[in-house]
């Protein structure tokens, strides 16, 4: 019987609003045998989806996908495989983590400087089961007190990059992320490179031990898909992919909306930093 896997969910322990329970059911019913669960900037729901994951048998990878920026764009690094007891891992996405509840503070601070004084950081922290607070969290407070009619409104209006309420978060290049990653013997992968558009830095990515590219992605064309195909042919890079679910704040997708067949997980345990 042929395999599939989903490795790129994530749960309400980042931005999503699914919970490791319901990403299992959503899993089993989608005829998954394989996930990764991988959260922005924190492991925290790791654990608890392996555990619900047992009802089913499937199987769970320990992902992450940290946040990176460079060139004044957001690069996205996925980790898989890697030691989620690494210390010094550990203590880099901890400083993310408190970097993110400061940066949601002064967000809070510049929104009420524009008259938004009811919004709160217990109120914004109670969106996620961990400290990977985020601005989706804060857009949809936004949007459930009025001040905006859509979630992408809240970004225009004030979180995006050139936005008010604007305030940068920690500063990591993509060539840091990947050694995070491999020195907890882990695949560093870069995330959905279709949306992030840093195609001519992929030679000194992988230089840097870039180990795969994200090519199976949720409303590729079929152009694109076999663009990046090619790319990762070119580099010796792995191809893996997922459906980017975030529960309900991602309508357009779901968990094993893009279903990849099990062999590529294989290649992926394969290339595990020893």
């Known amino acids: 019987m042929t395999?599939?896997?989903?490795?790129?969910?994530?749960?309400?322990?980042s931005d999503s609003t699914s919970s490791p329970?319901?990403?299992?059911?959503?899993?089993?019913?989608?005829?998954?045998?394989?996930?990764?669960?991988?959260?922005?900037?924190?492991?925290?729901g790791?654990?608890?989806?392996?555990?619900?994951?047992?009802?089913?048998?499937?199987?769970?990878?320990?992902?992450?996908?940290?946040?990176?920026?460079?060139?004044?764009?957001?690069?996205h690094i996925l980790g898989y495989l890697f030691d989620c007891g690494n210390a010094e891992f550990l203590g880099r996405i901890r400083r993310m983590q408190d970097s993110r509840m400061t940066r949601m503070k002064e967000m809070i601070g510049k929104l009420k400087e524009l008259g938004i004084d009811n919004i709160s950081s217990e109120e914004v922290n109670g969106l996620t089961q961990s400290d990977s607070v985020g601005r989706p969290h804060l857009a949809a407070l936004l949007q459930e007190?009025?001040?905006?009619?859509?979630?992408?409104?809240?970004?225009?209006?004030?979180?995006?990059?050139?936005?008010?309420a604007f305030v940068p978060k920690f500063k990591q290049t993509p060539?840091?992320?990947?050694?995070?990653?491999?020195?907890?013997?882990?695949?560093?992968?870069?995330?959905?490179?279709?949306?992030?558009?840093?195609?001519?830095l992929i030679k000194s990515l992988v230089d840097a031990g870039l180990g795969g590219l994200e090519v199976y992605y949720p409303g590729n064309f079929d152009s694109v898909t076999q663009f990046y195909e090619g790319l990762a042919k070119k580099y010796g890079l792995l191809a893996t992919g997922g459906s980017?679910?975030?529960g309900?704040?991602?309508k357009h997708t779901y968990i094993g909306k893009i279903k990849i067949p099990y062999e590529l997980v294989e290649k992926l345990k394969s290339a595990c930093v020893s």
């Open 3 to 13: 395999r599939f896997a989903d490795l790129h969910i994530h749960t309400h322990f």
């Open 21 to 44: 329970e319901e990403v299992v059911e959503q899993a089993h019913d989608n005829g998954l045998s394989c996930i990764a669960i991988a959260d922005h900037d924190t492991v925290e």
């Open 46 to 75: 790791v654990g608890p989806t392996i555990e619900a994951a047992k009802k089913y048998d499937i199987e769970v990878l320990p992902a992450i996908e940290l946040s990176s920026e460079i060139n004044g764009k957001d690069v």
């Open 145 to 164: 007190k009025g001040w905006v009619k859509t979630q992408q409104m809240a970004f225009n209006k004030y979180l995006a990059d050139d936005a008010p």
């Open 175 to 200: 060539y840091e992320a990947i050694d995070l990653i491999r020195k907890a013997g882990g695949v560093a992968v870069l995330a959905h490179p279709m949306l992030t558009r840093v195609d001519e």
């Open 244 to 246: 980017d679910a975030h």
């Open 248 to 250: 309900n704040i991602k």
